[in-house]
């Protein structure tokens, strides 16, 4: 029962096991969810961010749970870990400011936080390459993202501070 647990939400229950492009999948999925919660549902950011941390904490055991018996310690269909990536821009982008945003900001946004972390998580800049080179565990599978979902955050704090010397 635990196990068939820990392959769901490794896979964001079966959403990884599209054969095409499942990260992608992931990644916008993330973005249509979070954009529910925050502008449809309105949910309290403190709310998001219990929710956020105890996926967070809780991948690590149910990615190993996953490829505990798997040659491949990154398989295609683990997605949670884009999961995590993906939601780091987003919820920053949720709290900074303490303004409200409009729902057509936010569209504009997360669009631009989904196409800037799939082109960090797919190019793996360093250091993303290395958690995804040297740890072949639930612990590489998930920080690699992390990663790349913080470079995305470090791209737009230099776009808005070129932006704000240029304007």
Known sequence: MIKTFNSLLATMFGLGKIKIIPGTFGSLATTIFLYFFFHIL?????????????????????????????????PKEVI????????????????????QKTSDEAIIFYGICFVLFRFFDILKP???????????????????????????????????????YLI
């Not at 904490?57 to 490829?67: D, R």
């Not at 995590?84 to 400011?97: D, F, N, R």
């Not at 990663?147 to 230099?158: D, F, N, P, R």
């Open 42 to 74: 309105k949910l309290s950011p403190n709310i998001v961010l219990t929710g956020l941390l105890i996926i967070f904490i809780y991948s690590f055991i149910a990615v190993a749970s996953h490829i505990k018996e798997k040659e491949n310690k990154d």
């Open 126 to 164: 360093f250091p993303v390459n290395y958690f995804d080179k040297n740890y072949k565990n639930s612990f590489g599978v998930i920080m690699d993202d992390v990663c790349a979902g913080l470079y995305v955050v470090l791209s737009l704090i230099c776009f808005m501070l070129l932006s704000s």
């Open 80 to 99: 949670i870990d884009e999961f995590i990536g993906q939601s780091i821009p987003i919820y920053l982008y949720e709290i900074s400011h303490g303004t």
